[in-house]
């Protein structure tokens, strides 16, 4: 009985990574991940996605410097002009990869849902640029 119980301690989190894996292998669109927010009535903490990391889909509405002079990149989704998602990366080499997406290009990323309330964007942080 020992066994069985130490075998399935050990496979626990080995299922978690294959199903964390599962879920970030299609990236969903980032109008359906905003839906969610605006659903939370604009507040990140409400969303189930909070501080979970997303795979998506968007495109570059512009491109603009954080205070901490951090790359800041402004998505939405192909077709729209409204402004969904501030991405940024702590990372040096991700954050070069975010500035360096021209306004209008389809990309796809992963990001933490990061806490913004009552902004009509989301905050998406320590993302990678695929």
Do not use: H, W
């Not at 294959?18 to 659903?39: D, F, R």
């Not at 002079?69 to 990366?89: I, K, P, V």
Request: net charge negative; charged share 20%.
């Amino acid at each position: 009985m020992r066994i069985k119980e130490t075998a399935a301690l050990c496979l626990l989190p080995l299922a978690a990574i294959v199903a964390g894996t599962a879920a970030a292998a299609t990236p969903i669109a980032l109008s359906k991940l905003y839906a969610s927010y605006e659903s939370a009535d604009y507040s990140a903490l409400s969303m189930p996605e909070y501080d979970q990391r997303v795979r998506f889909t968007a495109v570059v509405l512009e491109q603009n410097t954080s205070l901490a002079d951090t790359a800041l990149t402004s998505a939405t989704d192909a077709g729209s002009e409204a402004e969904y998602a501030r991405l940024s990366s702590e990372d040096p080499g991700q954050s070069r990869k975010l500035s360096a997406l021209e306004p209008g290009t389809a990309f796809t990323a992963t990001c933490t849902v990061g806490f913004s309330s009552g902004s009509d964007y989301m905050n998406l942080t320590d993302c990678t640029v695929e």
